[in-house]
């Protein structure tokens, strides 16, 4: 069971980028789908989340208004739109499924991506 990342990169404040997170062999359908990210010498952090239900929420006051997340059930994909990026989103983001409920602590989900690099730098 794989989940990949797309979509990271290297981008100038303001801009905006839109992750993807995709599996194979299994649907997400059931799932909640977290964002999470780790900036170098943090602990990761859980960004945002939505459902087996589709109810999204954001885990930062730093991200609300700038990061939305929506799921494509006919893609089995969850996505992370990112508006308005600031030098402090920069982190590698991972996303990770669980059964139905989102929680904001990592532990609690037990499939995760590789991760991918979003570097924001002028």
């Known amino acids: 069971l794989q989940i990949v990342e797309s979509g990271g990169g290297l981008v100038q404040p303001g801009e905006s980028l839109r992750l993807s997170c995709t599996a194979s062999?299994?649907?997400?359908?059931?799932?909640?789908v977290g964002w999470f990210r780790q900036a170098p010498g943090k602990a990761r952090e859980g960004v945002s989340c939505?459902?087996?239900?589709?109810?999204?929420?954001n885990y930062a006051d730093s991200v609300t208004g700038r990061f939305t997340i929506s799921r494509d059930t006919a893609k089995n994909t969850v996505y992370l739109q990112i508006v308005n990026l600031k030098p402090e989103d920069t982190a590698v983001y991972y996303c990770?499924?669980?059964?139905?409920?989102?929680?904001?602590?990592?532990?609690?989900?037990?499939?995760w991506g590789q991760g991918i690099q979003v570097t924001v730098s002028s």
């Open positions: 939505i459902d087996s239900r589709g109810f999204a929420k």
């Open positions: 990770a499924a669980r059964d139905y409920v989102c929680y904001e602590d990592p532990s609690m989900f037990h499939r």
């Open positions: 062999e299994f649907t997400l359908d059931y799932d909640a």
